[in-house]
């Protein structure tokens, strides 16, 4: 086909892993119970609780990463209580104003690669006072970031220290967690942000899974009446079951581990490729998505071979977004590379 | 197993259909725009467009249906605005105030065996008379209908024709249209329901599909916006293609209505054993859903054999629900009416 | 004026009591501090608290009673909690939606006489047994109710208790707790009241202010932060003094019990009267709101004469409903009778 | 007294204008109409009219400006459509979420002196793009400002040709239009503001009222319905009569205007003494609100003696917030300015 393009847009494009497709052909026509109480989903659970060493924490399965986080944030607040986020957080920019939707502020500041530190946060909660302002209570981030970048054990651990000196839910935006974790430069195990976060989710969407999120909440102030709010907000799907079976897949044998290993090995690949061509990036290139930085008539050459989105327009370059995932063929990243050095 | 027990809880015990997960599968690593602007949808958008008999339609994919209800009532609906049901409307009673929860009171009336007639509509409109009340604007009704019944077409046109008169939305949860349309007692077909609701959803997850239903919008005035909603209440998947694959799947040669007409097969057979055994119902037996009456102590014997749900206690009597599916096999129909003869 | 007619609408129809009025005018230009952290605010908490024998009792001054419970509500309780109410209650029918519009259900019993029982109350509990449902958890009834009858002390003690056994609140609308605690068949007092309810308001609007009424709660685990809540829904006024300096003339010495004394036995009277005249009652007569049942064409009669509402067509009879107020002169009582004594 | 200290926090410390209290004590026991359908309403919303030149305005009165800001955004939007304000914004600082808990984002700019440009509103409108994202409907600014500035009839005109250009909704807070309008920099008319706004509130709380706001809704396709959002969020008071008889009393003869100009005339007073005494401000002095910046320590000597709120640490300087009103005598004024000069 002529105008045939690859795409780096996402690591959503390619339906699922043959392995959890053919797990989910094999049930056959077997009965199961639903809304989430069946076999596959409980040992899905218990999956995930060992490999975050938590055996009390409280997992439930769901189909999006935006319902994930408007789920987990309209359960933990109170009407007059707010989210603080990086002014590139998901939430903000990204979800259609779904937190606002359910009556919650967003009070945001710059970061820095796509994070907040510990100085950001402190800041939001200084500027607020009194009863004329929303109270702040809870510290949305996301594993990996917007920008691709991840936090290391030290900064992660800092950002849960104050948050429990100060009263603040940790709540971590996992679509890309397995991306995170497996990425060379980040130190942070399954069990540490199990440890450090009240709650996060580890993305299936983006990892393999046809579809799927695992919500995990940690800290057992939270748990309580949860499924009430998945019912509620439309969350809880009657065929659940077909989520927790692809999580047991993954996690069952460490396949959620290697095919986050194999998308971070292709865009670090390319990563490596872009740079031995001279071009600089935005922010560290660290796990599966990666900002470089084009001259403006080079991202457009390029993009008329391949499908990727436009970052920012700095000056005369163009800063992109190059993702990779867990179906990428490194021959597709071999053809970038050459593409753009023939340029 | 000796445990182990035959279920009629429900019609979404059973994972999927055959084709419908070799659909899923036969893909492969080919990629595909996310967010439901895929080939998939584009495909199963103009099957149901065909199928109904409406090109205009506005048509969406979703997971699950209480996520497809409260998108369509909050998008449709002012924040004074109230919808009209059945008290045994699914939305009033198993959605854990889902409606409400996007600020929009529920004014109900007992129906008749699940169905509203137009005069249960014109009380709840007589009463509402000014500022101090909420002002009535949606009927929600469901086809078929939580007791298992269908309206038919003189039922809905007179529904449709008073709600068009008197400014208010007709919209049906169509968890179990395929049930209903292909139920022996229904004289409506799919374009008929679109020529008299506003809106409705024709139901996957109960009829075979892994998980979906279709929200199709008819009315033009309502269409505005639709997917913000969507993605705000998180109902917009990244992968929203395996949705509309399904769809594809299901309706290209009519599989669709070929798996309710075994639904509604097989429990119209279960309905005759029963009745042959002396056996009343709470009411008409008209698709996959039926409400037998059993003695108290039948019904508990029952049990012990089978899954199924109580419905409601009547002096020493039990109306249980029993539900088959598009996989009842013919031998478990055989089998329950056997068991139940021994008693 | 030829077709000027007296009014038993409602005890809101006169502006305001004298001494109110002139509490208002007498601070001239002094300045105080805004947002109800005035000394007259601050008085004023000190007398409903001595009033009601609980001094860790938290007091806010709000404009109106719909906001009044819309505030109290939406403050406690988390997104799946429903309320329980009579189905005669003000929140159920005539507040237009406004807690539905917070997000809450509200599952009602006809109760009777316009009060609910335990019994009512465990007949709700009992139906909601899972996360499909919404979960009951805060009790409204209004005292006096909206047919003008009162909760005696038994009754009360009785719904406190079984609230407390079932971690459910207990929610007082008093709008109109004047004419119940002066209410000759009441045997509550305000601090009676204090000890049962979790929350409830003292109506100022009702009975002599210009406008205004008290929240109180009494359950320390649901002031935090109400503040917060006020201001987020418009109801933390900048001159939020003008209410509590109100609330400080009427409770300083005796205003507020005095006023209702007087609206109380105007009613009484009135009730007599018609009791004389050989005509019954829809519901007994207790408080300064009576509803009698006339002859339909006695009724209509009356209406040429009077403004009052009609409450329910009966047969051929109508049950009206006719309030009194603190400013309802004992001649146009008088009147009233001779005028249907003369039919 | 000796620790009393005249305040400039803001122009709704003392109580009411006489005026207006003898209104109120004027009327005795007589009996009118509830929920602002009353004779004193009807002529304020007449006096309105005439006032803004446009007859087919929709007013309606209510207790505070938050309430005011919350009601109107609420009922014109769309649970996906969002605000456009000032980063300065009441709604976005000092409101506590009203809007976001209504469900509706606010996307800010920086802005100047308080004010957005048309430039401004564009780029947020230029950013969202699809439906990943909010829709921006509604522009939200204040007249005067949160920095007592105003904006010039060129600059309104512009915004409200780009915002019908574009279909925004203009959205007008003015709890202190009448500064604005008196300002001797303003020369826009009340008539100007209702043509260049969809929508706007009379602020008279901070205008010699005892309390209450006029909201005025200028594009009919607007006004649909909006008593019933006044009732369901607690603004429908029963005695909005005597918000409606203020309104009559501030606006039959110019009374509303005289008070504005004395609060302007004190704050230009004072401005200029600053000035003279060779302070700078931050943003022009324009209204009865100025911000002038003083040397900390100056600052701080002055808190000693004042009232007042600091709006801003820069460097070595306090840019402080100096508020007068309706009631501040010249002599408060004249002192000020002398003990500034001997410190």
Same mark, same amino acid.
């Given at each position: ?11 959503? #494009? ?5 392995? !959890? ?12 119970? $639903? ?33 994930? /986080? ?10 007059? &209580?707010?989210? @603080? ?7 903000? !920019?990204?979800?259609?104003?779904? @937190? ?13 690669? $796509? ?8 800041? !939001?909660?200084? &500027? ?15 594993? #990996?970031?917007?920008? *691709? ?8 651990? =800092? ?6 000196? /100060? $009263? ?9 967690? $397995?991306? +995170? @974790? ?8 399954? +069990? ?15 990892? *393999? =899974?046809?579809? *799927?999120?695992?919500? !995990? ?42 095919? +986050? ?23 560290? =290139? ?9 001259? =403006? ?19 005369? %370059?163009? +800063? ?7 179906? %990428? ?15």
């Amino acid at each position: 086909m002529s105008n045939f393009k690859h795409s780096f847009k996402n690591d959503y #494009s390619e339906m699922a892993h043959p392995r !959890v497709l053919e797990a989910l052909s094999s049930i056959g026509s077997r009965q199961f119970t $639903g809304y989430g109480l069946d076999e596959f989903s409980f040992r899905a659970i218990e999956l995930i609780k060992a490999r975050i060493s938590k055996p009390s924490a409280d997992v439930h399965f769901i189909a999006g990463g935006t319902h994930a /986080n408007l789920l987990v944030i309209s359960s933990f607040l109170r009407p007059h &209580e707010a989210v @603080i986020a990086p002014d590139s957080g998901h939430i903000f !920019v990204h979800e259609t104003g779904a @937190i606002e939707a359910t009556g919650h502020k967003i009070c945001t500041r710059a970061g820095h690669n $796509g994070k907040l530190s510990v100085a950001d946060i402190e800041s !939001v909660v200084a &500027e607020h006072t009194d009863e004329h302002m929303v109270r702040p209570r809870l510290v949305y981030i996301s594993l #990996s970031t917007e920008c *691709g970048t991840v936090y290391t054990k030290t900064e992660l651990t =800092a950002i849960s220290e104050y948050c429990r000196k /100060n $009263g603040l839910y940790l709540y971590l935006d996992g679509a890309r967690l $397995g991306a +995170a @974790i497996n990425s060379s430069v980040c130190d942070l195990t399954y +069990a540490n942000v199990a440890d450090l976060a009240d709650a996060f989710f580890i993305g299936g969407t983006k990892n *393999g =899974a046809l579809f *799927g999120e695992a919500i !995990v909440i940690c800290n057992d102030d939270l748990t309580e009446d949860f499924r009430f709010l998945l019912k509620q907000r439309g969350g809880l799907l009657a065929k659940s079951s077909a989520i927790g079976m692809q999580f047991e897949v993954l996690l069952e044998d460490g396949l959620y581990d290697e095919l +986050a290993c194999h998308s971070n090995a292709m865009a670090m690949k390319m990563a490596d490729g872009i740079r031995r061509l001279g071009y600089d990036f935005l922010c560290p =290139a660290e796990t599966n998505l990666i900002i470089p930085v084009f001259p =403006a008539d080079v991202a457009e050459r390029m993009h008329q071979l391949y499908d990727f989105h436009d970052w920012q327009k700095i000056g005369d %370059t163009m +800063a992109v977004r190059l993702v990779t995932s867990w179906a %990428t063929p490194e021959s597709m990243v071999d053809g970038f590379i050459a593409d753009l050095a023939a340029i």
